[in-house]
């Protein structure tokens, strides 16, 4: 699967997200160390601290599907015409449990422009146990 592939699927799976509170759709695509798909968008609640984020969301799949590690990870956000969404400072922690320094996180930035990230770059001197 290319990157654009995956960032498609994560865009198609942006529709499927509940958010009444925010009305901001995100998508997460990631594909792992088998080399299987897994989706997941965002799910809020009227509780609005327990949101659900898409990253979590495509995380817990693989986990369930017995996927070990993140190769490559497109999150896609906010209204059909833009894509804009860096991952939130959680699921950046989120997506380093099951990162190396192979895996490449992909996203569009506020100008309209993809990039691939590594971990490091994402989340520098992050915690780690
Ligand atoms: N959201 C995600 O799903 N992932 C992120 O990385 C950033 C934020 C969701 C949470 C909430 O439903 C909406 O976007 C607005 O914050």
Redesign the pocket.
């Known amino acids: 699967m290319t990157d654009d592939e995956l960032l498609d699927a994560a865009r198609e799976v942006r529709e499927q ?1 509940h ?1 009444p ?2 009305n ?3 998508g ?1 695509a990631l594909i792992d160390d088998q080399g299987n798909l897994h989706v997941g ?4 609640n009227a509780v609005y601290s327990l ?6 969301g495509a995380i817990s799949a693989m986990v369930a599907a017995g996927g070990k590690r993140i190769v490559r990870i497109a ?1 896609a ?1 906010g209204s059909e015409n833009t894509c804009a ?4 400072g ?2 950046r922690q989120r997506i380093q449990e099951f990162a190396d320094d192979l895996t490449r996180i992909i996203f569009k930035d506020n100008d309209d422009e993809w990039h691939t990230f590594t971990m490091d770059e994402l989340l520098p001197s992050s915690f780690h146990l």
């Open positions: 997200a958010c509170y925010s901001f759709r995100v997460a968008c965002n799910v809020e949101v659900s984020c898409a990253e979590a999150v956000g969404c860096p991952p939130c959680g699921c």
